[in-house]
């Protein structure tokens, strides 16, 4: 294997008194599946937020490919979430007005995919998630294994490098969060993108190939320490 | 789970007489069934007999003589050794790992060290299981996350053990 | 009942801990329901403004049945004619110690003195007005206090006068005293009809916005009802606790209401509504609608927030709501919008500019039917547009899908919009094109300009003065008298305007004039020929005169070339009187002089009416037609179109309120959804877009719906008035600009929201 796609070294962010990160190193490699494990409030959803480029350290440093996420502006960060990374998070982030379809086909059509296009692919992505039947119909009206495996298409519809999935199972029951799980991370093998799971449960974090501890905003990864 | 190695463990912070041990283990980790005085002997002096403690004089007094034992160097790197072994994953190993947290605590070493050992060693198995149980049939499944929901029970402990260290640390300290 | 109320005001305002939804809820809730009040307050002012006004001019009424004891008071009205209007003076003068003076003075002013109103004092400073400033003469002492007004811009001049001058005129009255019982009128009624249509085509989007605003930050509030519901609360109860929320925004709207309308009450005496100024003090809402305003309108935004609930039901573990919302009933409005189009078309058939009043009534009703109607089709054409609408880019889809989803609120809130948009259409068209037919008389100006004609008792005294005048070319005179032609059955009567050819040229265009020519302007009545007699009138009947023949040789000068005094009358020199039977125009005939000048006219014409003054009422001179009255008409119609313009800008700011809260609470709701599509990198700009989008569409669909139904109901009023039609342009243009601009600001103050929503805070779902 070559070295690591996305790095953090020693991230430290501040919201008001809180102190979410202090001194968090984490590296991902192309491919694999990385488990960030750690009790509630110990900073490793706000360690999510800094390796994809939605928040910014107060100090340290990420590279993503060689290159510093942290000097990059806004829009730059927001045009590299868009087309090298995927994101699955516990509920509510389908477009509740778009239709299952249009839902995974709008990463592709904010790229500038043509909209039948991009609908197709959508479509296959909703039939290898097992639920090509869902397509038309709304978000609200499905249920919540069901709208987690739109939202597990819409977030690899693009061919991304990197997905980020916060507590992708988290408002689920074992059953379906075990099928979400194995959905996600077969087809994350298969595309060769590298998985983020930031989780608490242990059954959910198996099907990392590694994980991180986060506790009390500090995180060591030895393969950064090797 | 080890006597031998928890009284070894308890020796680390300063010499103590064997009636002391045997007080200390049963204010720790008795729970209901407190260590025979032959036990206490016996396994004193098998640690003698392989060097990891020795006699550190006697004491006089009014009762009978008492013997005071002291931990060596090679019984410090024994503690050390079975605390940063993950224990081997499997069901009903909370009393090996309370002992080895309080130990751990008792001693000033880094429970929370312990914990994430455990932790990676569990994962590893669940990790087996969970590959296995991806390929198998349905029974493989079923027997699978059997293990697999034990596990989890496990590494649950764990988490609220760590989650807990401080007001441990209170109670096991004094 | 009353705990469940208290409980829900607890909840409302309970001890500082209000999220900014509902603190934003009910700020907007007393926003609305205050300006409803602040409208409604001076709307059931309306009664006591016309009493009071009633009782005035009854109180002014005077009382000719001679009192023993009373010194009669001489007064004599005096008709100031100044370009298209009349000023009102009234020439007083005591005749003894004991004389009744009029309401509004405290005493009576002395010859060479004058009391005006403020209204007359303001008319004095137009240019119109200095002509009449310039006839009174004298001094102004002071003004005339309200009892003496009928509106608070009443023209009213008491003018001083010797009461030996007014004791011998025929025309004088003697007053013993003044009053009488006050009686309600029709002005009252159509007055109070007036402002209520106003008020309710302002009142409907308020309502609208407190509705909206009502249900805003629903879904917060329903967990917290569900929560209640957890403790035992029944759903009864649960939806009394939901009204007294809604009604502390209401009482605070209330207050909010009062305030305004005591706060703005004295500044409405500065207003000009419909060319007619209101005493501030007047304004005293009659009880019994200030009793109805109290307890219907909190009544209305709590109504409101119950309707609101309606598909709801709280239970215990969360809020349940009835999947599809009914389905529209479509057969009423088109029922409406079809009576009233049929209501239009029939007029068409009746021929143009004859119909009669059953036209009229058909088309008031036809259009009122159209505008409700078109209001209540606008959700769904809103739905069915946008249902009809795919693809796009992906902001212009969350748009589409997001109205396909529920277009309903968006759609309540601009068909009142469209109601008032299409109902100024139609008076702004109507106003313009009756300013466009003003009749076209008065048009023709001689080659030199005539500044003034005087008639009138003194008429002789007046020819010196004018001619002493330095900016007075010359005077020119002119006798008007009635000819009877025909035989005695089939008569007809012919004016008769005789005049020099100078005094001619004042009144048509004569061309080459000699003396003994005879001119036909228009179509007369008398052809060359024909014999007749001068005729003059007496209280006995008409007395005729001697006989002329009109002369063979007539030239005829088209209407368009002439003045309106001479329009359908013969030009006579006086040779031609001669020259045929010697006739000579009988004492009787009316005289008038009227003045030319090189220099300004209307600079000329206050000089003359100065130079007039010490004749008073007994010499009439007043300008030619056009001189100083077209600026009035326009005056008119701008105010009429600014008031137009303000009640549509309002009624689409409301709209834009309403727009608003919409977005804030959508934006609110999908805080999610939103903060992950940020996460994925999606821009803020596609979000804001989609936001615009949805805003843009219900608005455009409201304004092109608003100016077809405007145009629709006004081509047949036009073609009942035989008027020509002429779309004012400006006003649907800014109309359409502020709805633009309207629509960029929802989404503009949305903005700062939709930036917060899609910070981290968003995806923080613990």
Known sequence: MTGPLLVGRDLHKTFGATQALRGADVSVRAGEVLAVMGPSGSGKSTLLHCLAGIVTPDSGSIEYQGRDLVAMSDAERSALRRTDFGFVFQFGQLVPELTCLENVALPLRLGGVKRKVAEAKARQWLERVEVGELGARRPGDVSGGQGQRVAVARALVGDPQVVFADEPTGALDSLNGETVMQLLTEAARSANAAVVLVTHEARVAAHSDREIVVRDGTATDRELVS | ?174 | MIRDLLLGLRLAVGGGRMSGQALLRLCMTTLGVGLAVAILLPAASATTIANEQSARSAGQTPLTEPVSGVDPLYQLDWFIETGDRYLQAVVVAPSGPDTPIPPGLDRIPSPGEVVASPGALDFFDTPEGSTARARIGGEVVGEVTKPGLGMANDQVVFVGAEPERLAGEERVQEVYSFGVPPSGGLRDVTMVALVSTVAVILLLPLLIFVTSASRMGAAQRERRLAALRLLGVSARQVRRIAAAESLVGALAGLALGGGLFVALRPLIADLDLFGVRFFAEDFVPAWPLVALIVLVVPGLAVGAAIFGLRRTIVEPLGVVRHGKPTRRRMWWRWAITGVGALLLGSTLFTEERSGGPEVGVALAAGSALLLIGVAALLPWAVEKTVARLRGGSPSWQFAVRRLQLESGTASRVVSGLVVVLAGSILIQTLVGAIGLTEPPGGTWRSQTPVVAEVSGERADEALPLLEAEPDVAAVHEITMSPLNVGAYQSSATVGLVTGDCAALATQAEVGDCADGDVFAVGTSAATGGDTGRFVSYSDSGPVFGPEWTVPDELRHIPAESASSLASSTLLVTPGALETLGGATPPEASERAYFATTTGDPKAAFVSAATALSPLGWEADIRPPMGLFDSVRIDESTAAMRGIMLTASLFVLAVAALSLLLLSVEQTTERRRPLAALSAAGVPLPVLARASLWQNAIPVTVGVVLAVAAGIGITLPTLRYGGLEFSVDAGLIGVVCGAAVLAVLAATAVTLPLLRQVTRLDGLRAE
Request: glycine letters at 8%; a negative charge; charged letters at 25%.
């Open chain 2, 1 to 174: 789970m080890s006597v031998s190695r928890t009284l070894l463990a308890l020796l680390e912070p300063g010499p103590r007489h064997g009636y002391d041990l045997k007080r200390a283990y049963d204010e720790q980790f008795a729970q209901g069934r407190q260590l025979a005085y032959g036990q206490v002997y016996s396994t004193l002096s098998r640690l003698l007999r392989n060097g990891l403690v020795e006699e550190a004089g006697v004491e006089h007094g009014a009762g009978p003589d008492r013997k005071r034992y002291t931990i060596t160097d090679a019984g410090v790197t024994d503690v050390e050794t079975w605390l940063g072994t993950a224990e081997n994953p499997e069901p009903y190993l909370q009393n090996t790992l309370y002992t080895k947290v309080v130990l751990a605590l008792l001693s000033g070493r880094s429970a929370t060290e312990v914990l994430d050992t455990q932790r990676s060693a569990h994962l590893k198995v669940m990790r087996e299981l969970t590959r296995r149980k991806t390929g198998g049939d349905l029974a493989d499944q079923l027997i699978c996350d059997h293990a697999l929901f034990h596990l989890e029970a496990d590494l649950r402990w764990l988490e609220l053990t760590a989650a807990r260290l401080d007001a441990l640390a209170e109670v096991v300290r004094p």
